[in-house]
């Protein structure tokens, strides 16, 4: 009899736990790539860790540099995670979260990139660290510089001839191969110093 009793309450409790984190997963944002303490932003020296894991990623031979070839099998395999939908092109909310771990609230972006690096054109504020909010504001112009057509999507194609682009703007000395310091040089530039925020008076 007590067995009887007991089970009907563990199969309530058991719904109610997975109730819960499913709850919790869904409160918790989904963090921003680079923010390695999951503190809303990015610092430089995150940035830079980041850089340098994505440059190791990529260089699959190890030889210290990063071809066109080497780059466009591991974005375009990035390209497969960012369609989450898997109908074969990316909207402006998949491209964007994969980087940012939110969608944009405007859909059209204000204006064109440029050549800044990377870390220095997110941080919009100077303040030595990307917020999320600045992140996908500068994920969604790349995202509009993208695509070619204006259809309002990613195809494969758009996106790695946006590949392209990127390759050519990282290869400073235009020899076809990407080394760590012109990855560098390109994602961070030299970074504003992290300003702090000042004590209040007692």
């Given at each position: 009899?007590?067995t ?7 199969v ?5 736990l ?5 709850a919790s997963a869904?409160?918790t944002?989904?963090?921003?790539q680079?923010d390695?303490?999951?503190?809303g932003?990015?610092t430089c ?7 340098a894991e994505?440059?190791a990623?990529?260089?699959?031979n190890?030889d ?17 995670e960012m ?5 074969g092109?990316?909207v402006?909310?998949?491209?964007v ?11 059209k972006a204000?204006a064109k ?5 990377q870390f220095?054109?997110?941080d ?12 996908v504001a500068?994920w969604?112009?790349?995202f509009?510089?993208a ?5 309002g999507t990613?195809?494969?194609q758009?996106y790695v001839?946006s590949l392209?682009?990127w390759f050519a703007?990282i290869?400073a000395n ?10 560098t040089?390109y994602?961070i530039g030299s ?6 925020k ?5």
């Amino acid at each position: 009899m007590k067995t009887e009793r007991i089970r009907p309450f563990l199969v309530s409790l058991c719904l109610m736990l997975a109730a819960a984190a499913v709850a919790s997963a869904a409160e918790t944002p989904a963090a921003m790539q680079g923010d390695a303490n999951r503190d809303g932003v990015v610092t430089c020296a995150e940035a830079k860790a980041l850089a340098a894991e994505r440059f190791a990623l990529i260089d699959t031979n190890k030889d210290g540099s990063v071809s066109m070839d080497e780059m466009e099998a591991r974005l375009t395999a990035s390209f497969k995670e960012m369609d989450t939908d898997r109908d074969g092109v990316l909207v402006v909310d998949e491209y964007v979260s994969y980087w940012c771990g939110a969608a944009p609230k405007a859909k059209k972006a204000a204006a064109k990139g440029n050549r800044q690096p990377q870390f220095r054109k997110m941080d919009l504020n100077n303040d030595g660290k990307i917020s999320q909010e600045e992140c996908v504001a500068v994920w969604t112009v790349r995202f509009a510089d993208a695509d070619a057509d204006r259809s309002g999507t990613l195809t494969k194609q758009e996106y790695v001839q946006s590949l392209i682009y990127w390759f050519a703007d990282i290869d400073a000395n235009h020899d076809s191969l990407t080394t760590a310091p012109e990855w560098t040089r390109y994602w961070i530039g030299s970074c504003a110093p992290e300003k702090k925020k000042k004590a209040g008076r007692k």
